[in-house]
């Protein structure tokens, strides 16, 4: 955050609590004008998507392969985080699968480690990733895509990518505040 601080090193007979009461406002305004330019969550339909890079690949080393292979289809990375989810927020990320019979291993798999989240930017980013990353089960991945390279089945798949401009939306607002996206 931007702001206005009176180093340490200087002693407080230099300046006057009103100079003290000036950069207060000044920090106060500069706060409100750094929330208020934010890029709302939003704005990610038709150009942004959203992605993790799953504990299976984090642990096998491959977050530099794939983040090269992100960059050379030309993806602009507008936010990233390294972070592990608990089960809980696994459970409530994955929540859409919960009647679903792998709902808890898909859990327990994805807090198992950590994960490096991102939101990406590209025309038609939702179909272009969905293209980069390939088929769910990395045996019917076309050649050169992310979960061909990198994925071991069905469950650990090295890659999730929004399926919709609507969920990538909602995937990004999961993992980031607005002030986190550039």
């Known amino acids: 955050m931007w702001g206005v601080r009176i ?11 009103r100079l003290s009461d000036r950069i207060n406002t000044i920090n106060e305004s500069l706060n409100t004008l750094n929330h208020s330019t934010t890029q709302p969550l939003n704005s990610m339909a ?9 504990p299976d690949a984090v ?8 983040l090269q292979m992100i960059n ?10 390294y972070t592990q989810m608990s089960k809980a927020r696994a ?22 480690g950590p ?16 293209e980069l990353i390939g088929a769910t089960n990395p045996a019917d991945a076309a050649e050169g895509t992310i979960r061909k390279k990198y994925a071991t089945s069905v469950g650990e798949n090295a890659v999730h990518g929004s399926d ?17 996206l550039f």
């Open 7 to 17: 180093p340490a090193s200087i002693s407080p007979e230099f300046y006057s609590p």
């Open 46 to 54: 038709g150009n942004r998507t959203f992605t993790m890079i799953k």
């Open 59 to 66: 642990r096998a080393g491959n977050i530099g392969n794939i």
């Open 72 to 81: 050379a289809a030309g993806f602009r990375i507008v936010a990233m985080k």
């Open 91 to 112: 459970g409530e990320f994955y929540a859409v699968h919960r009647e679903r019979p792998f709902y808890g291993e898909l859990c327990d798999f994805m807090s198992s």
């Open 115 to 130: 994960i490096v989240a991102a939101i990406l930017e590209k025309d038609n980013a939702v179909v272009a990733f969905r």
């Open 164 to 180: 919709s401009d609507e969920n990538a939306a909602i995937e990004g607002a999961f993992h980031f505040a607005g002030v986190e």
